[in-house]
C-alpha cells in the first residue's frame, strides 16, 4: 500500500503562494494517479486538482485554475500543489490522495471523485489571511 504525508501549508497573505508536497511511499507510486482535495470548515470536501500516472493530464477545479499547478516527480516519489494569487477562500485543509487505478482514459468526471482514490494522507493547513 501507500503512505502520504503532506507538507508545506502555513498561513499566507492574500496574493501570496504556497507549494504543497505530499511524500509517498511504496514501488508503484509512478503507476497511481494523484489527486490533491480540500475541506474547510462546515464544508464539502472539494476537489482541487490532479494529474495522472504519466504526468501526461492535469485537471483543476475552475476555483483555482489559472492559480495552482499540480506536477509530480515520480523518482522523489513526490506531488506538488504550486498555489499562487492565493485567496481567503482557499483556507482550508489540503488532502493528497493516490488512485491506485491504472486505467487509462480516466477524465475530470473520474479524478474529481473523491471516491475513487484509494490512499489518503493526514493533511496540511493552508490558511489565507486578506
Known amino acids: 500500500q501507500v503512505q502520504l504525508v503532506e507538507s508545506g501549508g502555513g498561513l499566507v497573505q492574500a496574493g501570496g503562494s504556497l507549494r504543497l508536497s505530499c511524500a509517498a511511499s511504496?514501488?508503484?507510486?509512478?503507476?497511481?494517479?494523484m489527486g490533491w482535495f480540500r475541506q474547510a470548515p462546515g464544508k464539502e470536501r472539494e476537489f482541487v486538482a490532479a494529474?495522472?500516472?504519466?504526468?501526461?493530464?492535469?485537471f483543476y477545479a475552475d476555483s483555482v485554475k489559472g492559480r495552482f499547478t499540480i506536477s509530480r516527480d515520480n523518482a522523489k516519489n513526490t506531488v506538488y500543489l504550486q498555489m499562487n494569487s492565493l485567496k481567503p477562500e482557499d483556507t482550508a485543509v489540503y488532502y493528497c490522495?493516490?488512485?491506485?487505478?491504472?486505467?487509462?482514459?480516466?477524465?475530470?468526471?473520474?479524478?474529481?471523485?473523491?471516491?475513487?482514490?484509494?490512499?489518503w494522507g493526514q493533511g496540511t493547513q493552508v490558511t489565507v489571511s486578506s
Open positions: 511504496g514501488r508503484t507510486f509512478s503507476t497511481y494517479a
Open positions: 490522495a493516490a488512485d491506485r487505478s491504472v486505467t487509462f482514459g480516466k477524465d475530470f468526471n473520474y479524478y474529481s471523485d473523491y471516491m475513487k482514490y484509494d490512499y
Open positions: 494529474i495522472s500516472w504519466t504526468g501526461g493530464s492535469t
